[in-house]
């Protein structure tokens, strides 16, 4: 590998060490949260910009939000923590191996999570945009037509890897 090479997946490698550490302490902060918002002494402490009084509706919609963000930063943390896997495999000199196959396929079943969280919020945007009163529909689709996109780039890429792998035990074989 050149220079040029080994520097961007250094680079990219301590990228991706922080963005591990940014959505693990995003899980921890959204888990306080709920926490201080369960306690009633607690959460009477608290200034929120919503009235959280202890009816169920509130409760509810609180708590259902925070679980929602805590499965996003969990989902956002299992992709950087595969992309540090997949990118040491590559500084290693690692290519085509199972591992990053395994790595590449975790990105694709968590990007299809995130799709999915991403359908959940804006149905749950249009519910309280009617519960509301307000019956005209502005969601914006941009980041979903983005994230399929690069699903697409994603599954591209695990597709040429398997294909290499083959490629590389048929050759290992033919000796």
């Given at each position: 590998?050149?220079?040029?090479?080994?520097?961007?997946l250094?680079?990219?490698?301590?990228?991706?060490?922080i963005?591990k550490?940014?959505?693990?302490?995003?899980?921890?902060?959204?888990?306080?949260?709920?926490?201080?918002?369960?306690i009633?002494?607690?959460?009477?402490?608290?200034?929120?910009?919503?009235?959280?009084?202890?009816?169920?509706?509130?409760?509810?919609?609180?708590f259902?939000a925070?679980?929602?963000?805590?499965?996003?930063?969990?989902?956002?943390f299992?992709?950087?923590?595969?992309?540090?896997?997949?990118i040491n495999?590559?500084?290693q000199?690692?290519?085509?191996?199972?591992?990053?196959?395994?790595?590449l396929?975790?990105?694709?079943?968590?990007?299809?999570?995130?799709?999915?969280l991403?359908?959940?919020?804006?149905?749950?945007?249009?519910?309280?945009?009617?519960?509301?009163?307000e019956?005209?529909?502005?969601?914006?689709?941009?980041?979903?037509?983005?994230?399929?996109?690069?699903?697409?780039?994603?599954?591209?890429?695990?597709?040429?890897?398997?294909?290499?792998?083959?490629?590389?035990?048929?050759?290992?074989?033919?000796?």
């Amino acid at each position: 590998m050149n220079k040029g090479i080994k520097f961007s997946l250094k680079f990219l490698s301590l990228l991706s060490v922080i963005a591990k550490g940014v959505f693990a302490f995003a899980a921890a902060m959204f888990l306080f949260v709920g926490v201080v918002i369960a306690i009633p002494p607690l959460r009477d402490q608290v200034t929120t910009n919503m009235p959280i009084d202890g009816s169920l509706n509130n409760m509810t919609l609180a708590f259902g939000a925070l679980i929602l963000e805590i499965i996003l930063a969990l989902i956002l943390f299992s992709i950087a923590n595969s992309l540090k896997n997949l990118i040491n495999n590559m500084q290693q000199g690692h290519f085509f191996t199972a591992n990053n196959l395994r790595y590449l396929k975790q990105i694709l079943n968590n990007m299809w999570e995130l799709i999915s969280l991403q359908g959940i919020f804006i149905v749950g945007a249009l519910g309280f945009d009617f519960y509301a009163g307000e019956y005209t529909f502005n969601s914006d689709f941009t980041s979903l037509l983005i994230m399929f996109v690069f699903l697409a780039i994603f599954y591209t890429t695990y597709t040429l890897i398997k294909k290499g792998v083959v490629l590389k035990e048929d050759n290992d074989s033919f000796i």
